[in-house]
């Protein structure tokens, strides 16, 4: 018996599963379940841009693209991220990669050598962490605070970052929080990385779900074009998810490494998706307002339900989760949510999935119609009324 | 206040409530917009689209084009008139091209359609041809594409 313990990876095997996946799998099994967890749009893919990808087909487009992705692709990114974001990246400064995930993985690769330190703010997206570390890379975690609306506060970078820290990542808008990082805000850790000569990994893939205001990029700020990797893709802004497709953004010395990697462990993104992607460019900006407004509608309904039920709740202004603030029931997060999908039947993602400072909430997900929140919220305000009276509050 | 019309065209049952709340209005104030769009004519009426095909009920519809002369001082109007009062007609339009009118004729059966295009349309003092086609499937009204909802096929992640 080969002791498989001793073969594999040290560090593939020091990597934990996500451990969300244990509830997930009990929800799978379970009918009648309300659930709020999902993280994409509920929309189907625009059809416009759905019937590019099949004439793609038709045309017999089933051959790989050059490593980077196709020219015309490339030069669409390039004039959207200069339209809805003022960025200015030309199209040898623009890799298409495997979803949002890819253009993660790439980063870190392109950045680390062993021991960097990387200092990744929680909550947020769950990859972060294994792939610095897949890359040799140590996470330094860094937990955001309610009372700062989730933001990374220049106090906090600055207390976290040591001679070893080479990247930060920068999660906003963030996935659970919905917290997003505003001019103000982003030009004071913006100093500090410049002073301290670290880089940036900005993680914009929710870039276009920013509400009362439009995002800003750090890369649009002074001296930090040169020092930041755009992470960014078409999953969350055109309902995307599937056809894994996004993008990074970075200058050309960067990029020149990055690409070398995706040119060896990918070759390149799914081709039918880049003609896809191109339209989706070209003729979905209306697309984009349609769904962002209708997420809109949502997030100021579901943040009124659950503050009439009794929740404390920030406003998010990003992304499409709410994330409530449910310590007051005196129940952990995890106990508060499977209670809740037990006796309720409504599922809902406990905040200690997104990092151990998450103890306390819980991630709402509003990528669901009216009617559905609506009957979810209800039920979830029935379990907090029990919970109230059971413990007296 | 276009969007308070664009969310109720799409989902007559939202509550004025919900809508304030997404609207980030007063309630008073979207239940006397609603009031005020209902009385001016602007909303004509909230209806369940129904799909009759899945029910036991026997049910056809037919569109009819109709030729007319238009009378010297009221035009279509008085014409127009006498068509859509009758209930069978469940929607009348003047149309540009080859024909005047488009009338869409719901019945129980095709006799009864075709009984109601004879003795009432072709007589109306006016009316110079109709031509009837009977619908044979609906894929899509109103907006809506005749299918069964969808599953959710999202799976759970992060
Ligand atoms: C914050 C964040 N970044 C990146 C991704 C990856 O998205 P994709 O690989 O589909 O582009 C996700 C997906 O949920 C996310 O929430």
Redesign the interface.
């Known amino acids: 018996m080969t002791d498989y313990s001793k073969k594999l990876s040290k560090t593939a095997q020091s990597i934990s599963p ?1 451990g ?1 996946r244990k509830f ?1 799998d009990i ?2 099994d379970m009918d009648d379940v309300t ?1 709020l ?4 749009p ?1 929309f189907a893919t625009p059809w416009h841009i759905r019937e590019a990808a099949i004439d793609a087909l038709s045309a017999g487009k089933t051959y790989y693209t050059s490593n980077a992705g196709l020219t015309p692709l490339r030069e669409e990114i390039s004039k959207y991220v200069k339209r809805r974001f003022s960025l200015d990246y030309g199209k040898d400064e623009i890799i298409t990669t495997v979803g949002g995930s890819e253009a993660i993985d790439l980063a870190m690769r392109a950045l680390i050598d062993p021991g960097d330190e990387v200092i990744i703010p929680v909550p947020s ?2 990859c972060y962490g294994p792939i610095a570390r897949l890359a040799g890379g140590v996470p330094v975690y860094v937990d955001l605070d309610e009372k700062d609306g989730f933001t990374l506060t220049p106090e906090k970078l600055e207390r976290a970052i040591t001679p070893k820290t080479k990247l930060l990542v920068l999660p906003f808008p963030n ?2 929080t919905g917290s997003v990082m505003r001019l103000p805000e982003l030009e004071k850790i913006a100093d500090i990385i410049e002073k301290k000569d670290i880089f940036v990994l900005s993680d914009e893939i929710y870039a276009e779900l920013t509400y009362k205001g439009r995002h800003v990029s750090i890369a649009s700020l002074d001296g930090m074009r040169e020092r930041t990797i755009i992470a960014s893709g078409f999953s969350k802004a055109y309902a995307m998810t599937g056809w894994r497709l996004g993008y990074t953004l970075a200058p050309r010395e960067i990029s020149v490494q990055m690409l070398k990697i995706h040119q060896y462990a990918i070759m390149c993104a799914p081709t039918a998706s880049q003609y896809a992607g191109i339209e989706a460019l070209c003729a979905g900006d209306e697309d984009i307002e349609y769904m962002k407004a209708e997420y809109d ?2 997030r ?2 579901i943040v ?2 659950l503050r009439s039920a009794g929740f404390e709740c920030y406003e998010p202004l990003g992304a499409f989760y709410v994330f409530p603030n449910i310590s007051k029931y005196g129940l952990d997060s995890e106990s508060f949510c499977s209670r809740l999908l037990y006796e309720n039947k409504v ?1 809902i ?1 406990p905040g200690t ?2 990092g151990s400072c998450g103890e306390g909430f819980a991630r709402i997900s509003y990528a669901y119609s ?2 559905h929140i ?1 009957s979810a919220v209800e039920k979830l305000a029935d379990f907090a009324n029990k919970i109230k009276n059971e413990r007296k509050l | 206040m276009d969007i308070l019309l664009e969310m109720l065209e799409k989902d007559a049952r939202l509550t004025p409530e919900q809508i304030a709340i997404m609207t980030q209005k007063d309630e008073g104030d979207i239940k006397a917009a609603i009031d005020s769009y209902e009385s001016r004519g602007v909303i004509l009426g909230y209806k369940a689209l129904v799909n009759w095909d899945k029910t036991e009920r026997e049910y056809i519809s037919a569109i009819i084009e109709l030729k007319v002369t238009p009378q010297r001082d009221r035009g279509f109007e008085k014409i127009a008139e006498k068509i859509y009062n009758y209930p069978e007609v469940k929607s009348l339009y003047l149309m540009s091209g080859a024909y005047d009118f488009q009338v869409i004729l719901e019945g129980k059966t095709l006799r009864e359609v075709a009984q109601f295009v004879a003795s009432k349309l072709a007589p109306i003092d006016g009316v110079i041809s109709t031509a009837t086609h009977f619908v044979l499937k609906k894929y899509k009204d109103n907006g809506c594409v005749f299918k069964v909802p969808e599953k959710d096929e999202r799976i759970n992640s992060i």
Do not use: E, H, M
Not at chain 1, 37 to 40: A, C, H, M, P, S
């Open positions: 996500s969300i997930f929800l799978d659930s967890t999902v993280g994409q509920d997206f769950v996935n659970p509608r949502r100021l309904y009124n339900c599922a993602v999935a997104f009216v009617k609506s």
